[in-house]
């Protein structure tokens, strides 16, 4: 007769705290998305009629963050005769116009990062709640058992 060992208990601990942390990486994806969003609402900053694409709008996502930055590195560009910051001569006056390009562009990619990582956290809370559940249903489902094990009475001979 096979006799049930049950190690069911800390896999459904693990499982249950697999999902705890994927609750808490999606709260904090969310979060971190909202935060960045609310920051680049509060800068006021709303595309151009050069922008690619979505002219007018205020620019509140990682897309309308990377169409802004495109634009500044165009009007950048376009007053430096091509040249970026780096290849412009120290005493050109147009320096530290293009300067203020290159730092507003460094923002709005540090924006569309923030986005990004956040994402990423989201995606990850959602995997290890998905770990965490099968994990849970594995040990209902399949129980581990061991080989015979005779067992030997006392004052019984072997």
């Known amino acids: 007769m096979n006799a049930t060992v049950s190690?069911?208990?800390?896999?459904?601990?693990?499982?249950?705290?697999?999902?705890?942390?994927?609750?808490?990486?999606?709260?904090?994806?969310?979060?971190?998305?909202?935060?960045?969003?609310?920051?680049?609402?509060?800068?006021?900053?709303?595309?151009?009629?050069?922008?690619?694409?979505?002219?007018?709008?205020?620019?509140?996502g990682p897309i309308d963050a990377y169409l802004q930055a495109e634009v500044i590195d165009m009007h950048a560009r376009e007053m430096a005769g091509g040249q970026t910051y780096a290849e412009l001569d120290r005493e050109d006056p147009i320096r530290a116009t293009v300067m203020n390009g290159s730092f507003l562009r460094a923002s709005l990619f540090t924006s569309i990062i923030a986005f990004g990582i956040a994402a990423f956290a989201a995606g990850m809370g959602i995997l290890f709640i998905l770990v965490g559940w099968a994990l849970r249903k594995l040990v209902d489902t399949a129980p581990v058992t061991t080989a015979n094990t005779p067992v030997v009475k006392a004052g019984a001979s072997a």
């Open 7 to 60: 190690n069911a208990k800390p896999v459904k601990i693990i499982g249950l705290i697999a999902m705890i942390a994927g609750a808490v990486l999606i709260i904090a994806g969310a979060a971190t998305a909202l935060v960045v969003r609310d920051q680049l609402v509060a800068e006021n900053i709303t595309l151009g009629e050069d922008a690619a694409m979505f002219q007018g709008n205020v620019v509140d």
